[in-house]
């Protein structure tokens, strides 16, 4: 065994222009992959945050059947163990709100908006809201005032300290009004939210519509993705069954699921291209280095090693160049993937066109790349398994080598 | 008794398209001991018999039965597995394996053996020093003269202890100092240890330090004649 190694080892470095090559194309083929995913991955990662982070959290409790059919009747209070559960378990704070449409008017302008009525203080900690207001200040707990993003003040010609009309049918039909003086106005990325975001105080939205204690959504405030999984496992068990709905990202967002999906199925396709011109480029080298050692190959099959014994240490061989390859690819990706995941692609200063497509999802044209161990090691794994499937080329050349003839040379 | 005989070997290359009859109905019988030289023409089959009876290569018709066991039947693991036991090769060039030192070189078909460490050490020792090559164990081939190279060849054919070595041109790629120099060697090697070899040679004075010379024209056995070799 220690033989086949030595020789395997020794054979590495005979030709090192050869194992150069060799070595750079797995490199090459780590380096680009990794950093393709990475890339493909974080601006997947940064959409879903940021529509996340906006407006609806990782994950969401509903009455049964509200996600479906959005209806103020739907409104429940909240229960005892919709408090203890997300608190107990690793201290998950809830944002309570109320939601519902409401026609907003002012002067001789109207439209639609969805009023929002939650706790401020708990709405900054999950969504920051705070940091969005452009002009006049943030909601204060239980106040009268309402704050509403840019869009709607543009188009209604609204200012700071305008006073907003609301009228809705609010819980149970009851006829809903309300006059609220604007304390602040923010902005969003996305034109969407940016038109018809209106919030209240949480007690002032559940007085408007007439559902006092009621909530119709309780965001969950989760650190991460991570966290979404054992959070929403334990909602379910400790909620009643059937009443309520435990649903994560992925359930809330199944439009935005699907695009990834499909641009996931795109990057594979490239990414499987890449793997193909790769392992061509692989298996060229590795055509080459059997063909020029043919008449060695003869030699030691005369002198008698057995074939599977000489071509196990090709194999090995080329294990070895895929190993150190693989390795100096990893090393070569980290830095790469690292200054792109700190110096995110800035695409806004690209034209209009392009950057408007991202805001219309809702998110800056910036993509950071994802830096995450899976990402490296995945990628080398690929690359180094291919490198071993095409090391049985040897294997099955010398399987059927004729000494004599490859000694004729 | 330990022996090559061949029966009627016929060796047919392309037998499908344009056939070339190589060898055409060889009977020959190598004793244990003999230092003989197969030689003839260009073309006329040296190397195909040298490959049928080291087992390289399969006749198209007839047998060679070696020490008794008929090779010509044998599948080709069992094959290789004899060839390591029984005979030794010597190729014109190139026989060495590039990475490996002299002495690794030597001792590698012991390796493939399994033979014990001390045993292998002591022995490859031995046959550098015989090969004249003591100081040049460390040495890679390509730091080796054409002639350091057979004769590292030689020792390593040597090393299994094999009843029969078969060289095809040794000396071909050597210049006459070095060539003489290989031939005391084997000479030595086969008077003093009673060492088989059989070579094929173009080399005049490589065939005078012959003790039998077989010459094949055609595919056929010419002569067979023994000689009592020069100096
Ligand atoms: N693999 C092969 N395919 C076809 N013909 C072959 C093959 N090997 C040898 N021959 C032919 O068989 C004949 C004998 O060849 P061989 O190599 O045994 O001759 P040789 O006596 O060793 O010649 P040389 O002195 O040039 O080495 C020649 O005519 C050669 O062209
Ligand atoms: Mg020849």
Redesign the pocket.
């Known amino acids: 065994m220690t033989t086949i190694f030595k020789l395997a080892w020794r054979n590495v470095w005979r030709n090192r222009r050869r194992t150069f090559i060799t070595m750079a194309s797995i490199f090459f083929a780590v380096l680009l992959s990794a950093f393709m995913v990475a890339f493909q991955k974080g601006a997947w990662d940064r959409m879903i945050d940021n529509v996340v982070g906006y407006y609806f959290g990782y994950a969401q409790v509903h009455q049964e059947g509200y996600w479906k059919e959005q209806s103020i009747d739907k409104a429940f209070a909240i229960p005892a163990e919709l408090q203890s559960t997300p608190q107990d378990i690793h201290h998950i704070r809830i944002v309570p709100r109320i939601e519902s449409f409401a026609l907003a008017s002012h002067e001789n302008y109207t439209t639609g908006v969805l009023v929002v009525g939650t706790d401020p203080v708990a709405e900054d900690s999950l969504t920051k809201l705070s940091t969005r207001v452009i002009s006049g200040r943030y909601l204060l707990p239980g106040e009268e005032g309402a704050l509403i993003a840019e869009g709607i003040a543009q188009n209604m010609k609204l200012g700071v300290n305008d006073t907003l009309v609301l009228i809705s049918q609010g819980y149970h039909g009851v006829n809903a009004a309300g006059k609220y003086p604007i304390v602040g106005i923010v902005n969003f990325p996305s034109p969407d939210l940016n038109k018809r975001m209106v919030y209240l105080p949480l007690e002032v939205a559940q007085y408007f519509f007439g559902a006092e204690n009621l909530v119709t959504t309780v965001a969950l405030n989760l650190e991460n993705k991570d966290a979404v999984p054992p959070a929403v496992k334990a909602l379910r068990k400790a909620l009643p069954s059937g009443e309520y709905e435990v649903m994560d990202w992925k359930q809330l967002m199944p439009d935005l699921m699907k695009a990834r999906e499909a641009d996931a199925a795109g990057a594979y396709l490239m990414l499987f291209v890449l793997y193909v011109i790769i392992a061509f480029g692989i298996y060229g080298t590795i055509l080459m280095m059997t063909k020029e050692r043919e008449y060695e190959f003869g030699v030691l099959i005369s002198i008698g090693m057995k074939r599977l014994k000489l071509g196990a240490t090709i194999w090995i061989e080329i294990i070895l160049l895929g190993i150190l390859g693989s390795i100096a690819g990893i090393l070569g990706a980290i830095p790469l993937v690292y200054y792109f995941n700190t110096h995110p692609l800035d695409l806004s200063q690209m034209s209009e066109e392009a950057t408007g497509i991202y805001e219309k999802w809702g998110f800056d044209p910036i993509f950071p790349t994802a830096f995450e161990p899976g990402v490296f090691w995945v990628q080398a794994l690929v690359v180094f398994l291919i490198t071993a499937v095409l090391a049985f080329y040897p294997l099955l050349k010398i399987i059927r080598l004729k000494p004599?003839?490859a000694m004729?040379a | 008794m330990k022996n090559i005989i061949t029966k009627g070997i016929t060796k047919v290359?392309?037998p499908d398209t344009i056939p070339?009859v190589?060898l055409d109905g060889v009977d020959l019988e190598i004793e244990q001991g003999e230092f003989t030289a197969i030689v003839?023409p260009?073309?006329?089959?040296?190397?195909?018999?040298l490959n049928i009876i080291g087992g390289l290569d399969k006749p198209s018709h007839g047998s060679v039965t070696i020490s008794g066991t008929e090779i010509t039947k044998m599948r080709d693991n069992k094959l290789i597995e004899f060839r390591k036991e029984h005979i030794g090769f010597v190729f014109q060039a190139y026989n060495l394996i590039p990475v490996l030192t002299a002495e690794e070189n030597v001792e590698f078909v012991m390796l493939l053996q399994n033979r014990p460490s001390a045993e292998r050490d002591q022995r490859t020792t031995e046959l550098l020093e015989a090969v004249g090559l003591g100081d040049k164990r460390n040495t890679r081939p390509a730091q080796l003269s054409g002639g350091q190279q057979q004769r590292v060849a030689v020792a390593r054919a040597l090393a299994p202890k094999p009843d029969f070595i078969l060289a095809d041109?040794p000396t071909a790629n050597l210049d006459s100092k070095s060539t003489e120099n290989l031939l005391d060697i084997m000479a030595r090697l086969n008077h003093e240890e009673g060492i088989t070899f059989v070579f094929?040679t173009?080399d005049q004075r490589v065939i005078d330090r012959a003790h039998r010379v077989i010459t094949?024209v055609d595919g056929k056995i010419a002569t067979d004649e023994l000689q009592n070799p020069e100096k």
């Open positions: 004599v003839e004729r | 290359y392309n070339v190589a003839g260009s073309g006329s089959g040296k190397t195909t018999l041109e094929s173009h094949l």
